[in-house]
Structure formats: structure tokens, C-alpha cells
């Protein structure tokens, strides 16, 4: 019998809000981000982060543009305090950049926390207490009134420790941790309280953030959670409210998102997701759902390859190929259908146009990333994909004709190898198949005189020797079909005929296609040859060679 019981697990609260508004909202612009990376993120892993990772990581955050970031839990933490200290005696924090500090509502770990701030321009005091009734009854044993007056009496030592450092601009932060699992009326009351220490004003605003500090409902709930508290919290307009959601369901980004819908300003979060358990709210994953919409996310994330190997090497936490927008295998398409899509969306998009081609939300250039990449060949591959191979690495733009054929060739190949095929591997397929302009035939040379009509002498080698064919026709190919059936006696049609310049200049060369029929089957061949005369010869030359 299965141990697998679902009757042990209740569903997460819920909200009753009838006339709930976020589902009739958009998105319209960038929340204000908050990093959380060097203290959520830090005291996530099995082994947290040497003071050169986190500087580099810091680094890196100030690059990405980032205004607010949470840098550690000083209280806590001797190696915490210290890089503070560093941030603040080193001069390392941008004026326009706020940094952020953790700590609990304790009078001890208050007045550490305000140490290790001492000279910084400006920072957010972040204090917290937990509210769920499970933190309340199990782990401290005190009733609603008991945790609300924990959470009014930190909110006093923040603000009485702030007077002593006047030189500094503090904003005061208050989470009620586990707010998800706490009864909603019960978290506006907390933070009620705490409003009534700090009185924030439209000038002098205090964060209020809600975190998710647990998953335990859908994102649609716990955007009914936020929208509650910001139509029941009072000053509203004199609280900057937040968010920071983690992924115990699967669901922070989509949670911050329709928080965002719900009325929260601000966003805490790290770059692909890292925190505790499985993590916080991806950043990078939601700046760029924004990024897509046409909103501008308002941090750089043009280097999304070097974002990834910054937190690989601070984190030692590898990033999935297929994660959102910067996997490795984001933008590499394997089925055929979606291959030729996206080579007949790209060739019809221009510059100056929105952006409109299937399978890719936006221009992988955007993200550092070259078309080179987009399509790879296996054997779920079609004619579209190794076409876009050849075209993108090769400048060969096949007819249809000729791609499909090839792709049967290209796919037996692949399933053979049992992988992958890269370009140069596709493009030794059509050239073993298709450039077969050597032997049993060769074009060793021709004359061409033009009079009103074509007289071609091609000089051919063959098995048995040299042979001097001679011919006549409307154009050097006709002139040339012509010519071989007089030699061979076999009647020679030409179904279909391409040509064109590889890159640009005079010395270019030129690819030439042709589709033949000789004696009921039809045949294709190609060239490539700095004549173009030379290269549909040669071309003619190879369909016939493979009959």
C-alpha cells in the first residue's frame, strides 16, 4: 500500500474578493527591482560565497542596473558585517544605488545592524517577524496580540536606532514573514502597527513587503493577498509595497507577476532564481517576460552569457539548458515544422518592423545571441532547418526542390549518429550527394559563341579518355543538353534551374542548382564555381554523373 497520501495536506487560505480588479489590469512598466542575491540567495547554498564572489557579484548587480540591493544579514554574520563595512569604507556603493540589510526584530541584532551601517549614505533597515499561525502557536508560543506586539516593539528599535546615525537617509522595511499562510485582516492589523511607529509619508515612504516565504496557493491567490492588503492597508500612498515571492510551487514568477497586476510596486527577487528550497522569483526571467511585452525592464540584460557564468562561478550552481530566455538551448529549434517557420519568418522580417517571427519571442541578437545558433539538426529535423543551416553558415540558398531531397539525407545521417549534425557536417552531406562534378564525368573546358543562338564545344573527361562534345541551343545549358545527347544517345530535359552569388564583390562565387530528368527520373545536381557559366555546367554535370 502507497504511503502517498494527499488527506494529510489542507489547501493554502484563501481571500474572499469579489470584485477583485488585477485580472482586468496590464503591465505597463518596470517594477522597482530589488536584488536579493547576496543575502537570500548567499544563505541558500551548501557552500555561501567567499568575499571575492560576493564582490564580484556585487559588481555585476551595480552593472545590471540595479538600484536596491539586499547585501546581508551584518547581525548575523561576521563575514556579512564585514562586507558591509568593505561596501561602505571602500566607497564601492554608486550614489544612486541603495543598499539593503536583513535582521530580526531583536534590540541586540538591531543595534548591530545600525554598526555595521555607520557612514552610508542611504539604506534600508529590513525587519521582520513571522505572523502564520503555525510560527505563532508552534515555534514562539504567543497568541495574535503577543506577535503583533513583537512586530510594533522592532519597528521602534529600527526607528530609535536610526536617530543615532542622523547623518544617513534610512527607509525603513517591514515584512510579516509567512504573510501567505497568516490570515489576511490579521497581516493588514501587524502592519498597521508598525505604520503607527514609523509614520511614513508621500515623502518619506516605508516598504511594506509581503513575501511568499512559503508557496503554498497558486499565483492567482496570492495575487487576491496582495490586492487585499493594498485596498485595506491605510497611508497607502505613503507605503512603497513589495513582494518576494519563492517557488515552492513552481510559481514566482508568475505570483510577481500578478502581484504586480494587484497593486505591489517593488519586486524582490534573484537572478535565475536562486534561494532557498527552490528558490525566489527569477528577475532575469520576469525583467524579460516585460522585456517581450515592449516594456522596458530597466536593467541591462543585453549579456546574458556572461550573467550566467558570473553566477555559475559565485554560486557553483549550474543554470538548465531549456531556462527561460538564456538557456543554452533556448533559442535552438529541432522540429522541422518550427525550423522552416522560423527561416520563412526571418527572411520576411526587416529592421524597422516589430518584431513577428514564430517560435521566438523576441530577436535572440537581443540577448547577445547569433541566428547561427537558432537551428540545430537532428533527426526531428525538416527541410527548413538544414536549409537555414546552409544559408546562415554558407550563404547556399537551396531551392525547395533540392532541400527537400536533401533533408531525407540529412535525416538518415542523424539518426545513423544517433545526434546532432553542425553545419559542417550538413554541408559535407550535400556535397557528397549533390557536387558530384568530377567523376565519371568532368568538365575539363568549354567555348561558347553567342549569335542569335548558343554553340557550345565542351571538352569532357570520361572514363575511356577525353571526349569534344558539341551542341546547340537558347542558352548555354540548352546548348549543353543538347551536346551530351548527341554524344550519349539518352534524351536529357531540364525540370528546373537556380543560380546565385555567394556574399558580394566580383569575386564571388556562384552556386548553381539544377533539376534534370533523363529517362523518366528526375535528378538534381549542384556546383559552385567562380564562373557562372562554369557552375551550371558543372551542375548539369552532377545530376548526370549521379544517374
Given at each position: 500500500?502507497?504511503?502517498?497520501?494527499?488527506?494529510?495536506?489542507?489547501?493554502?487560505?484563501?481571500?474572499?474578493?469579489?470584485?477583485?480588479?488585477?485580472?482586468?489590469?496590464?503591465?505597463?512598466?518596470?517594477?522597482?527591482?530589488?536584488?536579493?542575491?547576496?543575502?537570500?540567495?548567499?544563505?541558500?547554498?551548501?557552500?555561501?560565497?567567499?568575499?571575492?564572489?560576493?564582490?564580484?557579484?556585487?559588481?555585476?548587480?551595480?552593472?545590471?542596473?540595479?538600484?536596491?540591493?539586499?547585501?546581508?544579514?551584518?547581525?548575523?554574520?561576521?563575514?556579512?558585517?564585514?562586507?558591509?563595512?568593505?561596501?561602505?569604507?571602500?566607497?564601492?556603493?554608486?550614489?544612486?544605488?541603495?543598499?539593503?540589510?536583513?535582521?530580526?526584530?531583536?534590540?541586540?541584532?538591531?543595534?548591530?545592524?545600525?554598526?555595521?551601517?555607520?557612514?552610508?549614505?542611504?539604506?534600508?533597515?529590513?525587519?521582520?517577524?513571522?505572523?502564520?499561525?503555525?510560527?505563532?502557536?508552534?515555534?514562539?508560543?504567543?497568541?495574535?496580540?503577543?506577535?503583533?506586539?513583537?512586530?510594533?516593539?522592532?519597528?521602534?528599535?529600527?526607528?530609535?536606532?536610526?536617530?543615532?546615525?542622523?547623518?544617513?537617509?534610512?527607509?525603513?522595511?517591514?515584512?510579516?514573514?509567512?504573510?501567505?499562510?497568516?490570515?489576511?485582516?490579521?497581516?493588514?492589523?501587524?502592519?498597521?502597527?508598525?505604520?503607527?511607529?514609523?509614520?511614513?509619508?508621500?515623502?518619506?515612504?516605508?516598504?511594506?513587503?509581503?513575501?511568499?516565504?512559503?508557496?503554498?496557493?497558486?499565483?492567482?491567490?496570492?495575487?487576491?493577498?496582495?490586492?487585499?492588503?493594498?485596498?485595506?492597508?491605510?497611508?497607502?500612498?505613503?507605503?512603497?509595497?513589495?513582494?518576494?515571492?519563492?517557488?515552492?510551487?513552481?510559481?514566482?514568477?508568475?505570483?510577481?507577476?500578478?502581484?504586480?497586476?494587484?497593486?505591489?510596486?517593488?519586486?524582490?527577487?534573484?537572478?535565475?532564481?536562486?534561494?532557498?528550497?527552490?528558490?525566489?522569483?527569477?528577475?532575469?526571467?520576469?525583467?524579460?517576460?516585460?522585456?517581450?511585452?515592449?516594456?522596458?525592464?530597466?536593467?541591462?540584460?543585453?549579456?546574458?552569457?556572461?550573467?550566467?557564468?558570473?553566477?555559475?562561478?559565485?554560486?557553483?550552481?549550474?543554470?538548465?539548458?531549456?531556462?527561460?530566455?538564456?538557456?543554452?538551448?533556448?533559442?535552438?529549434?529541432?522540429?522541422?515544422?518550427?525550423?522552416?517557420?522560423?527561416?520563412?519568418?526571418?527572411?520576411?522580417?526587416?529592421?524597422?518592423?516589430?518584431?513577428?517571427?514564430?517560435?521566438?519571442?523576441?530577436?535572440?541578437?537581443?540577448?547577445?545571441?547569433?541566428?547561427?545558433?537558432?537551428?540545430?539538426?537532428?533527426?526531428?529535423?525538416?527541410?527548413?532547418?538544414?536549409?537555414?543551416?546552409?544559408?546562415?553558415?554558407?550563404?547556399?540558398?537551396?531551392?525547395?526542390?533540392?532541400?527537400?531531397?536533401?533533408?531525407?539525407?540529412?535525416?538518415?545521417?542523424?539518426?545513423?549518429?544517433?545526434?546532432?549534425?553542425?553545419?559542417?557536417?550538413?554541408?559535407?552531406?550535400?556535397?557528397?550527394?549533390?557536387?558530384?562534378?568530377?567523376?565519371?564525368?568532368?568538365?575539363?573546358?568549354?567555348?561558347?559563341?553567342?549569335?542569335?543562338?548558343?554553340?557550345?564545344?565542351a571538352r569532357i573527361g570520361a572514363p575511356d579518355g577525353e571526349r569534344m562534345l558539341h551542341g546547340e541551343g537558347q542558352g548555354a545549358m540548352a546548348?549543353?543538353?543538347?551536346?551530351?545527347?548527341?554524344?550519349?544517345?539518352?534524351?536529357v530535359s531540364v525540370l528546373d534551374y537556380q543560380e546565385h552569388a555567394i556574399g558580394e564583390g566580383t569575386d564571388a562565387e556562384a552556386a548553381a542548382?539544377?533539376?534534370?530528368?533523363?529517362?523518366?527520373?528526375?535528378?538534381?545536381?549542384?556546383?559552385?564555381?567562380?564562373?557562372?557559366?562554369?557552375?551550371?555546367?558543372?551542375?548539369?554535370?552532377?545530376?548526370?554523373?549521379?544517374?
Amino acid at each position: 500500500m502507497s504511503r502517498f497520501d494527499h488527506r494529510r495536506y489542507r489547501p493554502g487560505p484563501v481571500v474572499n474578493l469579489p470584485n477583485r480588479q488585477w485580472p482586468n489590469r496590464t503591465i505597463r512598466e518596470a517594477p522597482i527591482w530589488a536584488s536579493v542575491d547576496l543575502r537570500d540567495g548567499n544563505q541558500a547554498l551548501h557552500e555561501p560565497m567567499n568575499v571575492e564572489q560576493k564582490r564580484r557579484l556585487w559588481d555585476l548587480l551595480v552593472q545590471l542596473g540595479f538600484k536596491e540591493i539586499e547585501v546581508g544579514f551584518p547581525a548575523a554574520s561576521q563575514p556579512d558585517y564585514d562586507f558591509v563595512r568593505w561596501l561602505i569604507e571602500e566607497d564601492r556603493i554608486p550614489e544612486d544605488v541603495t543598499i539593503q540589510v536583513l535582521v530580526q526584530a531583536r534590540e541586540d541584532l538591531i543595534r548591530r545592524t545600525y554598526e555595521a551601517l555607520a557612514g552610508v549614505r542611504q539604506a534600508i533597515v529590513h525587519v521582520y517577524n513571522s505572523t502564520s499561525p503555525v510560527q505563532r502557536d508552534w515555534v514562539f508560543g504567543q497568541d495574535r496580540e503577543g506577535v503583533k506586539a513583537i512586530a510594533r516593539q522592532g519597528a521602534e528599535w529600527v526607528a530609535q536606532g536610526a536617530r543615532d546615525y542622523p547623518e544617513t537617509r534610512w527607509t525603513f522595511q517591514y515584512s510579516p514573514e509567512s504573510y501567505t499562510a497568516t490570515e489576511p485582516d490579521y497581516a493588514v492589523e501587524v502592519c498597521e502597527a508598525v505604520l503607527d511607529v514609523w509614520q511614513p509619508t508621500p515623502e518619506r515612504p516605508c516598504i511594506i513587503n509581503l513575501p511568499a516565504t512559503v508557496e503554498v496557493s497558486s499565483p492567482n491567490v496570492f495575487a487576491d493577498q496582495v490586492e487585499h492588503f493594498a485596498t485595506h492597508i491605510s497611508r497607502r500612498d505613503s507605503i512603497v509595497l513589495s513582494v518576494h515571492t519563492h517557488n515552492d510551487r513552481g510559481g514566482a514568477v508568475a505570483a510577481a507577476e500578478l502581484a504586480l497586476l494587484a497593486g505591489a510596486d517593488r519586486v524582490e527577487g534573484t537572478l535565475l532564481g536562486n534561494g532557498e528550497r527552490t528558490g525566489n522569483a527569477d528577475l532575469l526571467t520576469l525583467a524579460m517576460n516585460l522585456y517581450s511585452q515592449g516594456i522596458d525592464p530597466k536593467l541591462d540584460l543585453s549579456r546574458p552569457d556572461e550573467i550566467v557564468a558570473v553566477c555559475t562561478e559565485c554560486t557553483g550552481l549550474p543554470v538548465h539548458p531549456r531556462h527561460p530566455w538564456v538557456g543554452e538551448l533556448v533559442y535552438m529549434a529541432y522540429s522541422g515544422s518550427h525550423q522552416d517557420a522560423i527561416r520563412k519568418c526571418l527572411a520576411r522580417q526587416t529592421p524597422d518592423a516589430p518584431w513577428n517571427v514564430a517560435y521566438l519571442p523576441i530577436d535572440p541578437a537581443d540577448l547577445g545571441r547569433n541566428y547561427q545558433a537558432v537551428i540545430r539538426v537532428n533527426s526531428q529535423s525538416g527541410k527548413g532547418g538544414v536549409a537555414f543551416v546552409l544559408e546562415q553558415e554558407f550563404g547556399l540558398s537551396l531551392p525547395r526542390w533540392l532541400q527537400v531531397e536533401l533533408a531525407g539525407l540529412v535525416q538518415r545521417e542523424s539518426e545513423t549518429r544517433g545526434g546532432v549534425l553542425d553545419a559542417a557536417q550538413i554541408r559535407a552531406i550535400f556535397e557528397r550527394h549533390f557536387i558530384v562534378d568530377q567523376a565519371p564525368h568532368q568538365l575539363l573546358g568549354y567555348r561558347l559563341d553567342r549569335n542569335g543562338h548558343d554553340v557550345i564545344e565542351a571538352r569532357i573527361g570520361a572514363p575511356d579518355g577525353e571526349r569534344m562534345l558539341h551542341g546547340e541551343g537558347q542558352g548555354a545549358m540548352a546548348a549543353f543538353v543538347d551536346a551530351w545527347t548527341r554524344w550519349s544517345g539518352r534524351k536529357v530535359s531540364v525540370l528546373d534551374y537556380q543560380e546565385h552569388a555567394i556574399g558580394e564583390g566580383t569575386d564571388a562565387e556562384a552556386a548553381a542548382y539544377v533539376r534534370v530528368e533523363v529517362d523518366g527520373q528526375a535528378i538534381s545536381g549542384a556546383a559552385i564555381d567562380r564562373d557562372t557559366v562554369a557552375a551550371s555546367l558543372r551542375a548539369l554535370l552532377s545530376a548526370l554523373n549521379r544517374r
